[in-house]
C-alpha cells in the first residue's frame, strides 16, 4: 500500500464481500483484520478465500494470520507448565518474607545492635540487594 487511500478502498472491497460484517485496514502497519457474520469451516474458508481474491484483484498480496495474540499464546504456555509454578511462588513469598523480616531487624529490630553499625549496614545492603534483584 503507498497511501491511506489504498487502504480505504481495500477496507470498502472487503466490506462488501458477503459474510463479512466488519474489516479494517490499518495503512501503517499494513494489516487488514475482517469479522465475519457466521462460523463454520466451510463457509469461513470460502470468505477467506474471497477476501484473498479480493484483495490480489487490487493488486496487493493477502496473507493469512492466525486471529491469536501475543498474550493468548503466552497464557497458553503457562497453562502448559503445569502446577510447578504455584510450588515455586511459594517457596520465593517464604525466601521474600525471611529476607525482608531480616533486613527490618537488623534495622529496627532486636539485631540492631547485635552487630558492629558498619557491618550492620553492608549486611543490610547485602540483604536488600539480594531482595531487589533476585525477587523484583
Known sequence: MSCAS??????KKLQAIEGI???????????????????????????????????????????VKDGRSK??????????????????????????GLLALTVFSLEMGPLMHLVLAPLNWYLQFLLSSILFFFFG
Not at 457474520?37 to 496473507?63: F, P
Not at 504456555?77 to 510450588?87: C, I, N, S, V
Open 6 to 11: 489504498c487502504a480505504k478502498k481495500i477496507e
Open 21 to 63: 460484517k466488519k474489516a479494517t485496514v490499518n495503512f501503517a502497519i499494513e494489516e487488514a483484520r475482517i469479522e465475519l457474520n457466521e462460523s463454520g469451516s466451510q463457509r469461513v474458508n470460502s470468505v477467506i478465500k474471497s477476501a484473498e481474491s479480493t484483495i490480489a484483484t487490487l493488486g496487493y498480496l493477502a496473507k
Open 71 to 96: 498474550t493468548q499464546y503466552n497464557k497458553m504456555a503457562k497453562d502448559a507448565e503445569g502446577d510447578e509454578t504455584g510450588a515455586i511462588s511459594l517457596i520465593k513469598l517464604i525466601m521474600i
